[in-house]
Antibody
Framework: QVHLQESGPGRVRPSETLSLKCLVS??????????WAWVRQPPGKGLEWIGS?????????????YYSPSLKSRMSISVDASKNQFSMKLTSVTAADTAVYFC??????????WGQGTTVIVSS | DIVMTQSPDSLAVSLGERATINCKSS????????????IAWYQQKPGQPPKLLIY???TREPGVPDRFTGSGSGTDFTLTINNLQPEDVTVYYC?????????FGQGTRLEI
């Protein structure tokens, strides 16, 4: 059974870079058929898909990334297949980036596996 | 971006009754090659991640009770919860994964 676990700093200062990792167990991040995504949820608000990466050792489009247009200039997502994890970085954070950040596995059948989420507070 | 609009924002329900949540996409999410609507429904309880209930608009995720039913095609979709149980009273989201960004609806909160 696939399991995802986010890790990150908890608190980030305004204008700095937020870095989060998602450790995956029970399924290889480099296996085909799935993409790996980040979703966030500001306090008391709804879900926001922020980006995803498709990574497969056997695919020509491996490493393809997709980002929310509103975050594209500040976001990056990468995979470390050797550690079976994927990561995100969000630069120049502001208070508006305060949220619970979830990592998830997605495919043609929706996003079927999620981490528990990690709370990120942007504050000086 | 495809805009997803759920209605209502909140819904007063009674246990044992039926709840109906609507979701409308700003453009068709029908993947014609596979004849599948790329719509998913999620349930989220406080302090927990979303849980996938329905994908392809009407296919129930394994382990999801059959009182949860998804329907619709093109741009209009519905999640129906029959025989409402206490554990069903929470927040539900639709999502399109037809085209990036894979946008969510704003959520519908069920209330007793």
């Amino acid at each position: 059974q696939v399991h995802l676990q986010e890790s990150g700093p908890g608190r980030v200062r305004p204008s700095e870079t937020l870095s989060l990792k998602c450790l995956v167990s029970g399924y290889g991040v480099s296996a085909s058929s799935y993409y790996w995504a980040w979703v966030r949820q500001p306090p008391g608000k709804g879900l926001e898909w922020i980006g995803s990466i498709y990574y497969s050792e056997n695919s020509e489009d491996s490493g393809s990334t997709y980002y929310s247009p509103s975050l594209k200039s500040r976001m990056s997502i990468s995979v470390d297949a050797s550690k079976n994890q994927f990561s995100m970085k969000l630069t120049s954070v502001t208070a508006a980036d305060t949220a619970v950040y979830f990592c998830a596995r997605g495919g043609t059948g929706g996003m079927d596996a999620w981490g528990q989420g990690t709370t990120v507070i942007v504050s000086s | 971006d495809i805009v997803m609009t759920q209605s209502p924002d909140s819904l007063a329900v009674s246990l044992g009754e039926r709840a109906t949540i609507n979701c409308k996409s700003s453009q068709s999410v029908l993947f014609s090659s596979f004849n599948k609507n790329y719509i998913a429904w999620y349930q989220q309880k406080p302090g927990q991640p979303p849980k996938l209930l329905i994908y392809w608009a009407s296919t129930r995720e394994p382990g999801v009770p059959d009182r949860f039913t998804g329907s619709g095609s093109g741009t209009d979709f519905t999640l129906t919860i029959n025989n409402l149980q206490p554990e069903d009273v929470t927040v539900y989201y639709c999502q399109q994964y037809y085209d990036t960004p894979y946008t969510f609806g704003q959520g519908t909160r069920l209330e007793i």
